[in-house]
Nanobody, 120 residues
């Protein structure tokens, strides 16, 4: 089994910054693509950013130039640096990871979510 534990959410004023972290632990042979999704009240969950094991990144148009995703493969950890936050970024942010187990079985996991609120 694999657990994803997120941290770093909170309340921030418009224009501020936050850094989210997500650590994957458990039966992990290799972590492949990892990413961040978010879900605002009444809306569907959407991709914010993802990063492959080799560092190839993808961003939602709404966060390009403001958010930066990175990872540390040795720690099975993914980060999301969020700058110039605005109220539209308010949502629960979920970590997602594609994991290869030791028996070479692939699987996908979600974190429990961390609340990000942008408000004055």
């Amino acid at each position: 089994q694999v657990q994803l534990v997120e941290s770093g959410g909170g309340l921030v004023q418009p224009g501020g910054s936050l850094r989210l972290s997500c650590v994957a632990s458990g039966s992990i042979f290799r972590s492949d693509t990892m990413g961040w999704y978010r879900q605002a009240p009444g809306l569907e969950r959407e991709l914010v950013a993802s990063i492959t094991r080799y560092g190839v990144t993808t961003y939602a148009d709404s966060v390009k130039g403001r958010f930066t995703i990175s990872r540390d493969n040795t720690k099975n950890t993914v980060y999301l640096q969020m700058n110039s936050l605005n109220p539209e970024d308010t949502a629960v942010y979920y970590c997602h990871a594609d994991i290869l187990h030791y028996d070479f079985r692939p699987d996908a996991y979600w974190g429990q979510g961390t609340q990000v609120t942008v408000s004055s």
